[in-house]
């Protein structure tokens, strides 16, 4: 088993504001322990995250996925800009049923208008559990 980080090693999103991790962000437990425009690194529980079978739910391993590329994507673009998600996918490799996931998103491409990220989600044995591409485009951000 590998070292986890705990809660007390999340990181704060500057600029991001009060709000960072969102509702649903928040409601599944994600954590962000590393965040910069190339390498975006968060947790997120199983237990919560599930399916009727108890299960890690997919639909969750995509939420982690899509918070972690489009924080990176969001700090690429820079202060006055917001990443919005426009496409996602993902490969499920194994189920988990306790513990945390981890994922890393790695930033492939990072342009004026576009930013794709790898993202790999490994349980807390570092098996691969999901591997997703997501890709945002940056836009200026709504006055007001």
């Not at 991790?21 to 919560?48: Q, T």
């Not at 930033?107 to 570092?126: F, P, V």
């Amino acid at each position: 088993m590998t070292d986890t980080p705990g809660p007390r090693d999340a990181v704060d999103l500057p600029g991001f504001g009060p709000d960072a991790y969102g509702d649903l962000g928040k409601a599944m437990g994600i954590e962000y322990l590393e965040a910069s425009p190339e390498r975006v690194v968060g947790r997120m529980p199983v237990k919560g995250n599930t399916q009727p079978y108890g299960l890690l739910h997919g639909g969750a391993s995509c939420v982690l996925a899509e918070s972690l590329g489009s924080v990176g994507a969001a700090l690429h673009a820079g202060p006055g800009r917001i990443a919005v998600g426009i496409e996602i996918n993902a490969t499920h490799h194994r189920s988990a049923t306790a513990g945390h996931v981890t994922g890393v998103a790695t930033r492939l491409h990072g342009g004026r208008t576009l930013a794709t990220y790898d993202i790999a989600i490994t349980d807390d044995e570092d098996r691969p559990i999901c591997s997703a591409r997501l890709t945002c485009m940056l836009r200026d951000a709504p006055e007001g």
